[in-house]
């Protein structure tokens, strides 16, 4: 996710940072909550979903006031990140050397004008300071770049439905 972020700030020209923010994990309500519950209570009165169109249809109706938007991704909306993985180091310490606790993250930065680096917070006060954690390219890639011009598409004949799957199906 974050290299999808920062893909996007390298490469789009008025934005100059991306902050991430993580809710306490069992004290949050977010409004998203109600629209999932929605969706169960809906998924309740269904016989049987066959097609994903069974699906967008159900999200579509579930409500009287304000319905969903269903917007269908399409293969084009899939791109793959693999390279950009490949080309640098996964950031396992800071920059002072001390080791990350990722799942303590409650706000990761991403800034344009650090383009392999990112900060990282482990609370939500802004008198704490960030950790850098840098990113530096892998030498001797020549194979894959950091932040390349463009993605490839990750599945460009569509993905393929695993053979117990289609048996389940038929």
Not at 84 to 98: H, R
Not at 117 to 142: A, D, G, M
């Amino acid at each position: 996710m974050c290299l999808m972020m920062k893909f996007i700030l390298q490469h789009h020209p008025s934005l100059k940072m991306i902050s991430m923010k993580f809710l306490e994990s069992g004290h949050s309500f977010l409004p998203d909550d109600s629209d999932f519950s929605d969706f169960e209570k809906a998924l309740k009165y269904q016989q049987r979903l066959y097609v994903p169109q069974d699906n967008i249809n159900v999200i579509k109706t579930c409500r009287k006031k304000k319905p969903f938007k269903v917007t269908a991704m399409e293969k084009m909306d899939f791109q793959n990140t693999e390279g950009m993985q490949k080309a640098i180091i996964n950031g396992k310490v800071n920059t002072e050397g001390n080791k990350i606790n990722w799942l303590s993250a409650k706000e990761i930065q991403l800034r344009k004008d650090h383009p392999y680096s990112l900060f990282l917070r482990t609370c939500h006060s802004t008198k704490k300071p960030f950790e850098e954690i840098y990113l530096k390219p892998k030498q001797n890639i020549k194979k894959y770049q950091p932040f390349p011009e463009s993605l490839e598409l990750l599945w460009p004949e569509g993905k393929a439905i695993s053979t117990p799957k289609l048996k389940d199906i038929q």
